[in-house]
């Protein structure tokens, strides 16, 4: 079950990684994302409140694959509503990545190159992009979102429902509040607050290439 693209992105990484170990059998998207056609790559698509009329909660388990949307509580939301539902969520690991903490939570998702140091504690539902990197000792909460190769140092601590922005830095220590929003090439070097909003300068256009003395 996921959004397009992201689910998209872990259906190729399932059928070409492990092709053996999992059996899909289809997406699961609430009635009102319902493709027209009625597939998706090439499997079935069915509305979230039927699905156990066709899959039992006992022979069958979910991947929830949903982004950061409203700072995810959408997967959030989701994630309660399968879990009430009775059935199991699943957990993905690459197998380029290295993940050297057992102490993750049900429906984590890493993409490829991820490092997850020795004695950090993950919670449920988190989600890492490719070279993303959690540091020793850290603990990470319930339903983050951790961009492409954003930095996260040691004995730090991110409570929930947070976004870790592509290339951001969280120095060693920090502990970022709840809904947190580090934007990308952030460097976080003390604690944040619950609702804030991070973000670096933004680049600008200095001049014109035909202003400067560089030969192309």
Same mark, same amino acid.
């Given at each position: 079950?996921? @959004?397009? +693209?992201?689910? *998209?992105?872990? #259906? @190729?990484y399932?059928?070409?990684?492990?092709?053996? *170990? #999992?059996?899909?059998?289809g997406?699961?998207v609430?009635? %009102?994302?319902?493709?027209?056609?009625?597939?998706?790559?090439?499997?079935?698509v069915y509305?979230?409140?039927? =699905?156990?009329?066709?899959?039992?909660?006992?022979e069958?388990?979910?991947? &929830?694959?949903?982004?950061?949307?409203?700072?995810?509580?959408?997967r959030?939301?989701?994630?309660e509503?399968i879990?009430?539902m009775?059935?199991?969520?699943? $957990?993905?690991?690459? /197998?380029?990545?290295? =993940?050297?903490?057992?102490?993750?939570?049900?429906?984590?998702?890493v993409?490829?190159? &991820?490092?997850?140091?020795?004695?950090?504690?993950?919670?449920?539902?988190?989600?890492? #992009? /490719?070279?993303?990197?959690?540091? +020793?000792?850290?603990t990470?909460?319930?339903f %983050?979102?951790?961009?492409?190769?954003?930095? &996260?140092?040691?004995? =730090?601590?991110? +409570?929930?429902?947070?976004?870790?922005?592509? %290339? $951001?830095?969280?120095?060693?220590?920090?502990?970022v509040a709840?809904?947190?929003l580090?934007?990308? @090439?952030?460097?976080?070097?003390?604690?944040?607050? *619950?609702?804030?909003?991070? &973000?670096? @300068?933004?680049?600008?256009?200095? $001049?014109d290439?035909?202003?400067?003395?560089?030969?192309?």
């Open positions: 079950m996921g @959004s397009l +693209h992201l689910a *998209e992105l872990l #259906y @190729s399932l059928t070409s990684d492990s092709p053996e *170990e #999992y059996d899909i059998q997406f699961v609430e009635k %009102n994302f319902l493709p027209k056609e009625g597939t998706f790559c090439g499997l079935s509305p979230l409140d039927c =699905v156990a009329s066709k899959f039992s909660p006992y069958f388990s979910i991947f &929830v694959c949903i982004g950061y949307n409203n700072m995810n509580f959408v959030q939301r989701i994630f509503k879990n009430k009775g059935y199991p969520i699943l $957990s993905y690991i690459h /197998p380029s990545s290295m =993940v050297l903490s057992n102490d993750y939570g049900v429906g984590t998702i993409f490829p190159n &991820v490092t997850i140091d020795k004695f950090s504690t993950i919670g449920k539902g988190n989600i890492f #992009y /490719p070279l993303s990197l959690l540091s +020793h000792h850290s990470v909460g319930d %983050n979102f951790f961009a492409v190769k954003c930095c &996260v140092c040691g004995h =730090v601590t991110i +409570h929930n429902n947070c976004f870790i922005g592509a %290339n $951001s830095t969280i120095r060693n220590g920090v502990t709840d809904k947190t580090v934007g990308a @090439s952030s460097y976080i070097s003390k604690n944040t607050v *619950e609702n804030g909003v991070y &973000v670096p @300068s933004r680049s600008a256009c200095l $001049s290439l035909s202003s400067l003395d560089i030969h192309l």
